[in-house]
């Protein structure tokens, strides 16, 4: 029961720690920041590539986002739980 208690006081404490120490801050996507590098490092950089759909919001593309990992988190734990069952039904033999 100890145990358990110093365990979901840790976890509370890191969903909340990071509030306090970076209070004010921006929380930026990597992809924005990457832009601005290439800009600084090599201005005259044309990609080579366009993207295949554009969505057309910020909230569209969250929501996108979002559902991709979601399937990806569906298709990692069904994978885990099938092998975690077979190998349950031959612990029994």
Request: hydrophobic share 45%.
């Amino acid at each position: 029961m100890k145990k358990t208690l110093i365990l979901l006081a840790m976890v509370i404490a890191l969903v909340i720690l990071p509030f306090f120490i970076n209070h004010g801050g921006e929380y930026g996507g990597s992809d924005g920041e990457a832009e601005a590098l290439i800009q600084v490092t090599a201005p005259h950089y044309q990609p080579w590539f366009q993207p295949l759909y554009e969505p057309a919001s910020g909230e569209i593309e969250s929501l996108l986002f979002t559902l991709q990992g979601s399937i990806g988190a569906a298709v990692i734990f069904y994978i885990l739980g099938y092998y975690r069952g077979k190998h349950g039904e031959h612990a029994g033999d």
